[in-house]
């Protein structure tokens, strides 16, 4: 079988024309532009069945360099940080702890449902756990983290495991996430409250300003490159004598926070649309990245009795986004967009909550404190609190 090895430029290619493809089929055919399903999962999931497919007849494999995936992926959380104003912060401080204690409550939710499912199926419950908040909420970062201590217990293929259920989660997560925030914002007539301000800004920088388009670029990489130090003393600190892990993401998020409170307060205006924008265009490269590197064949290892809990989470997934977190986060636009960024980063990762919630608010309008809750929950402490759960389960069983 021939192997095609792409270096990073020929890899962003690829991921800039999956993009090109996903918007595509999106404009012509109405059921993912109702449902807001975001491009580049369309897209993606494209080129990876075609992947799939010539692989599985050993025609050919394609290996990526995703070296620039996380160069977007930095850039994308500092512009998040950038967003982050005192008056946001204030404004969505209680709806972060309320998120948080949900999303930890699901952790918990989604390996109690892969371990019953695993007893009930007569198999041994910590590959439901395997199956449950650790791929599903930690993504292929802390499958891959975690799989060794479960081998260690005795657990046959864990990694193998752990890793297609990642896989599964990041598509799932996707597919799910739009269509139950379209359902409520419809519902209930939901409508964005920034809508207004939104387009007095259009309105105002509607001509491409290049010296603003360049501000907004050294904003995003100095502060990015500040984020790496705040990250790398993060991932020094210890407690009880244990390293502790933070994800790449939160020195850009906090550097961001910072650097646009700071220029507030000497009253200084920073080019948000801008920034905005060049967050949101990485953003949609980085997932392209990350769509055409999956391995969908590694699903087809999956034995039923997995597949059946994986099912099992997408179902328990979609109830709790829709009945619990839109209730518990306020019934309201930004609920509704929460949810649909629940689903991304409850299933897979918290770039694709990101891409639903942009997926969504492109289409009925901007909704900067669902991003800012989700982003902020996602990026810094969800990991801490799955970590948590992750253990005590494996304890317990």
């Known amino acids: 079988m021939t192997v095609i090895e792409l ?17 595509f089929v999106s404009d012509r055919c109405s059921f993912f532009r109702r449902y807001c399903i975001p491009d580049p999962v369309v897209g993606g999931v494209i080129y990876a069945i075609v ?36 008056k946001l912060l204030k404004n969505g401080g209680k709806m972060v702890f309320v998120f948080l204690i949900l999303s930890t409550i699901m952790c918990i939710l989604q390996n109690v449902t892969g371990a019953g499912i695993a007893v009930a199926l ?28 479960f081998e260690a217990e005795g657990v046959v293929g864990a990694e193998a495991v752990a890793v297609a259920s990642a896989t599964f989660g990041l598509v799932a997560g996707c597919a799910i996430g739009g269509p139950i925030a379209t359902r409520r914002i419809k519902q209930f007539n939901l409508h964005s409250t920034e809508k207004a301000d939104s387009g007095e800004k259009e309105e105002k920088h ?10 907004a670029m050294l904003f995003l990489v100095i502060a990015t490159g500040i984020g790496t130090y705040i990250c790398k003393y993060l991932q020094g600190l210890t407690i009880m004598g244990r390293p502790f892990s933070f994800p790449q993401t939160i020195g850009g998020l906090i550097a961001g926070v910072v650097v646009r409170n700071v220029w507030d307060m000497i009253h200084k205006e920073l080019p948000m649309e801008e920034i905005d924008t060049i967050g949101g265009y990485s953003l949609s490269l980085f997932l392209g ?21 994986l099912l099992g989470q997408t179902v328990l997934m979609a109830l709790i986004s829709y009945f619990i977190i839109f209730n518990f986060m306020g019934r309201n636009y930004d609920a509704a967009v ?60």
């Open 338 to 397: 929460i949810s649909t960024g629940f689903c991304g980063f409850g299933m897979g990762a918290s770039p694709n909550a990101m891409a639903n919630m942009q997926a969504v608010t492109t289409k009925y309008g901007p909704a900067p404190t669902a991003i800012f809750v989700v982003s902020i929950v996602a990026a810094l402490f969800i990991d801490f609190t799955n970590s948590i759960v992750i253990t005590a389960m494996m304890n317990i069983l």
């Open 206 to 215: 509607g001509t491409i300003n290049s010296t603003r388009f360049l501000n």
């Open 51 to 86: 992947h799939m497919i010539l692989r599985s007849a050993g025609i050919v494999e394609i290996s990526l360099d995703t070296t620039l995936q996380t160069f977007f992926m930095l850039i994308f959380y500092t512009g998040i940080g950038f967003g982050a104003s005192f």
């Open 122 to 149: 007569g198999v041994d419950p910590l590959y439901g756990i395997l199956a449950g908040s650790i791929p599903m909420v930690g993504g292929h970062a802390t499958a891959v983290s975690f799989a060794p201590v």
């Open 289 to 309: 990245v990350a769509m055409i590197n999956l391995k969908l064949w590694q699903l087809t290892e999956l034995a039923l009795p997995m597949i059946m809990i």
């Open 7 to 23: 270096n990073m430029y020929q890899t962003a290619a690829v991921a800039g024309l999956v993009l090109l493809l996903g918007r």
